[in-house]
């Protein structure tokens, strides 16, 4: 079993209208972002615990790069990766 971006999470993520430029580390800038709104944090609160990002970087991301299409389909591949863990198969 792989990390985040082994199983392929990150293909689901891009720009969302045409060409915009290239993210620096787009790996660890896609997990900040889906971490961030997906624990429903915020990029504020985010930002004060991690550091060297700023909140308008989180901001930016989500909103040129994540859409809740997108979002859905990270979620699927992360629900398939988990499923494959013998932990998932106990009730």
Not at 8 to 17: A, D, I, K, N, R
Not at 45 to 52: F, N
Not at 81 to 91: E, I
Request: glycine letters at 8%.
């Amino acid at each position: 079993m792989g990390d985040f971006y082994t199983i392929g999470v990150e293909s689901h993520f891009g720009p969302l209208f045409g060409f915009e430029p290239k993210l620096r580390h787009p790996r660890e800038r896609y997990l900040t972002t889906t971490f961030c709104y997906g624990c429903n944090l915020g990029p504020t609160q985010l930002v004060r615990s991690i550091l060297g990002l700023d909140r308008k970087q989180v901001a930016w991301v989500n909103q040129r790069y994540v859409s809740e299409a997108k979002l859905d389909e990270a979620i699927v591949a992360l629900v398939k990766a988990y499923n494959q863990f013998t932990l998932s198969q106990f009730h």
